[in-house]
């Protein structure tokens, strides 16, 4: 390629390199979802469309970049999991986060007539994400852990929060205000007792999606990819992402399941 005098300016770039044999997590954010939610009608407190639309858009995000072997999902976030010894973008921090986020919004975009019918979209949405390196299984583990847990948290004050709101029969009827005023400093099992007793919601119950989050993970597998002249199927081994809602605190699916290939 031909080369002129103002090629110089190139070394003025700075690439940050993530440290190697540690586990990358990229974790995006929707940018300013408040307002995206609420001007395309998101049902309260969870809606399950865009639920399936966020992990429609980290699974297209996986099947693009196959050095993702685990993504954890929450309302308008999701961690992607790079494997330790990931040499994507020769680690280069910018373009690895760069690129997650745009796939996932490029995903999010493409996807939102599938998942959101009958919801025109008004403008599009947007998500910033950060890289964090962790050096120990443990350290990637109490991450997801962490993730999970905030998830449980803040869906239990959003379920009970939305049910004092949107009760109809409240007089007078519960301002914002107020449900925060009711809530302030109250412990998980007095909104637990409140649900049930006020609204005959057994927490429980509800959803694994919304008080567990979704796990996306990888798992190899035969699958038929053609059929031969003589009629019968031709396989071959395929990567495959399945989408989960389950316990990734406790010990079970990363010993016994398919976690414990990931963190080989």
Same mark, same amino acid.
């Given at each position: 390629?031909?080369?002129?005098?103002?090629?110089?300016?190139?070394?003025?770039?700075?690439?940050?390199?993530?440290?190697?044999?540690?586990?990358?997590?990229?974790?995006?954010?929707?940018?300013?979802?408040?307002?995206?939610?609420?001007?395309?009608?998101?049902?309260?407190?969870?809606?399950?469309?865009?639920?399936?639309?966020?992990?429609?858009?980290?699974?297209?995000?996986?099947?693009?970049?196959?050095?993702?072997?685990?993504?954890?999902?929450?309302?308008?976030?999701?961690?992607?999991?790079?494997?330790?010894?990931?040499?994507?973008?020769?680690?280069?921090?910018?373009?690895?986060?760069?690129?997650?986020?745009?796939?996932?919004?490029?995903?999010?975009?493409?996807?939102?007539?599938?998942?959101?019918?009958?919801?025109?979209?008004?403008?599009?949405?947007?998500?910033?994400?950060?890289?964090?390196?962790?050096?120990?299984?443990?350290?990637?583990?109490?991450?997801?852990?962490?993730?999970?847990?905030?998830?449980?948290?803040?869906?239990?004050?959003?379920?009970?929060?939305?049910?004092?709101?949107?009760?109809?029969?409240?007089?007078?009827? !519960?301002?914002?205000?107020? /449900?925060?005023?009711?809530?302030? #400093?109250? %412990? $998980?099992?007095?909104?637990?007792?409140? +649900?049930?007793?006020?609204?005959?919601?057994?927490?429980?119950?509800?959803?694994?999606?919304?008080?567990?989050?979704?796990?996306?993970?990888? !798992?190899?597998?035969?699958? /038929?990819?053609?059929?031969?002249? #003589?009629? %019968? $199927?031709?396989?071959?081994?395929?990567? +495959?992402?399945?989408?989960?809602?389950?316990?990734?605190?406790?010990?079970?699916?990363?010993?016994?399941?398919?976690?414990?290939?990931?963190?080989?």
């Amino acid at each position: 390629m031909a080369k002129s005098k103002f090629e110089y300016v190139k070394h003025f770039e700075q690439h940050q390199t993530l440290l190697r044999n540690t586990w990358i997590v990229v974790r995006i954010d929707g940018h300013g979802f408040h307002r995206f939610s609420a001007e395309h009608d998101f049902a309260k407190p969870n809606d399950l469309r865009a639920l399936h639309l966020a992990n429609e858009a980290a699974r297209g995000v996986m099947l693009e970049l196959n050095d993702i072997v685990f993504a954890y999902g929450e309302s308008d976030e999701f961690s992607f999991v790079l494997k330790r010894d990931s040499t994507l973008f020769k680690r280069r921090e910018a373009k690895i986060i760069s690129t997650v986020a745009s796939l996932f919004t490029a995903h999010y975009v493409v996807n939102w007539g599938k998942f959101m019918e009958g919801t025109a979209m008004k403008y599009p949405p947007s998500f910033d994400a950060r890289a964090v390196c962790y050096p120990t299984n443990e350290n990637l583990r109490d991450y997801i852990s962490w993730r999970q847990a905030d998830c449980h948290i803040n869906n239990l004050y959003n379920t009970t929060f939305w049910a004092l709101v949107l009760d109809t029969t409240a007089t007078p009827p !519960t301002t914002t205000t107020r /449900a925060q005023e009711i809530l302030k #400093d109250t %412990t $998980s099992a007095t909104k637990n007792e409140l +649900l049930f007793t006020q609204f005959n919601i057994n927490y429980n119950m509800l959803p694994e999606i919304f008080r567990k989050g979704s796990i996306l993970y990888r !798992t190899r597998e035969k699958v /038929a990819v053609k059929e031969a002249q #003589d009629g %019968t $199927s031709v396989e071959r081994e395929k990567s +495959l992402v399945h989408v989960g809602h389950f316990d990734v605190i406790g010990d079970e699916w990363w010993v016994n399941g398919s976690g414990a290939t990931i963190l080989r």
